[in-house]
């Protein structure tokens, strides 16, 4: 049995996208493993699964490199709307698409691609492993936004892998590095749970805008968030009851067929 795939990416997270359809029926998300191994599988972040749904346009399951599940993934949005776009199902300009945390509305800009996020939820400030201060966001999955001019902390692989696992975050959490550069531009990377440092993270670059907002840092209502991997747009005008909207691109870098058979990946 050979599964077809298309390897994605955004800002450089990069994911393998599947259709539903198209996976063995006993096939779940440690499939994600060998399939995201940089070595001996395609390489990816993850693996993001397109479904159908009742409620949108489509789905989208979001399958971790280490075979965990995550709520959402802004990135991996962005780049099911560009494979709906490719592959005819997306004639418009706009849409929703069912994801772990609600229907979310995207729509076309030009080359690149709108997301409504949802609404934020802020955690409050948290200091945790004696000395590293932060803010809790959710964005429907945990984010832990630490920055540069709270702490003086060594290099974020020196401590991102713990923080993910402390007892603080009872299902682990994203960690973002940020420096400010000005009021509207911010450095960010990125410890992913589940998968490790990212090139980028759509869902972090949320939380980074919404801790910066509530922080003081700034006040302007769109950010550039820059990753390693590229600039996200995030605007959010500090509202509790305003969704966060994330702008970015997303594009197709090759697609194949992976030899699998559901008794080695179920």
Known sequence: MSTPFWKMEGCANDFVVVYAR????????????????????VGGDGVLVVGESDQALASMSVWNADGSIAEMCGNGLRCVVRRLVEDGVLCGDSAEVATGVGVLPVRLVGDEIAVDMGLPAPGGALTVAGDIRG???????????????????????????????????????NVEWVQQEDAERFTVRVWERGVGETQACGTGACAVAVAARLSGRTKRDALDVVLPGGTLRVHWRGEADEAVTMVGPARTVFRGTWPTSAEENA
């Open 22 to 41: 198209d996976l063995p029926a006993e096939a779940g998300p440690s499939w994600a493993i060998p399939v995201c191994d940089r070595r001996l599988g």
């Open 135 to 173: 803010m809790q966001v959710s964005m429907g999955n945990p984010h832990f936004v630490v920055f540069a001019d709270d702490n003086d902390l060594p290099d974020l692989l020196d401590w991102g892998p713990a923080v993910e696992v402390l007892p603080d975050f009872p299902q682990r959490t």
